[in-house]
Nanobody
Framework: QVQLVESGGGLVQPGGSLRLSCTTS????????MGWFRQYPGKQRTLVAS???????NYEDSVKGRFAISRDPAKNTVYLHMNILKPEDTAVYYC??????????WGLGTQVTVSY
C-alpha cells in the first residue's frame, strides 16, 4: 500500500507559478510511473502529467509547454512545476502511482486557485 501526501497548492495570479510536491511512502517497489491529475468541481479526475521510473514524461495538451513533471527518487517525491498559470488551471490536484495493476489509492489532493 502506497501513501501519498500532496502539498504546494495555493492562490496565485494568472501568469504566476507554483510547484506541487507529492511524497510517497509505503510499499513502492512495484511502481513504474507516477502522475498528476486534476479535478474540477463535479467532474472526474483527469491526468495532466505522468513520468515513468525511466524518466519519460507525458502531458495533457492544455498544459504542454507550461507544466513540467519531475521526480526525486532519493526523496520518494514527484513534483509538478506549473508556469504561466491560467484561471482554467484552477482545480484540486492529486498525484498517484502506477503499477502493473493500474493506478493506486488517492491522497487528499491540494487546491490550486488561479485568480486576481
Amino acid at each position: 500500500q502506497v501513501q501519498l501526501v500532496e502539498s504546494g497548492g495555493g492562490l496565485v495570479q494568472p501568469g504566476g507559478s507554483l510547484r506541487l510536491s507529492c511524497t510517497t511512502s509505503g510499499t513502492i517497489f512495484s511502481i513504474n510511473a507516477m502522475g498528476w491529475f486534476r479535478q474540477y468541481p463535479g467532474k472526474q479526475r483527469t491526468l495532466v502529467a505522468s513520468i515513468t521510473t525511466g524518466g519519460w514524461a507525458n502531458y495533457e495538451d492544455s498544459v504542454k509547454g507550461r507544466f513540467a513533471i519531475s521526480r526525486d527518487p532519493a526523496k520518494n517525491t514527484v513534483y509538478l512545476h506549473m508556469n504561466i498559470l491560467k484561471p482554467e488551471d484552477t482545480a484540486v490536484y492529486y498525484c498517484n502511482t502506477a503499477s502493473p495493476q493500474g493506478w493506486g489509492s488517492w491522497g487528499l489532493g491540494t487546491q490550486v486557485t488561479v485568480s486576481y
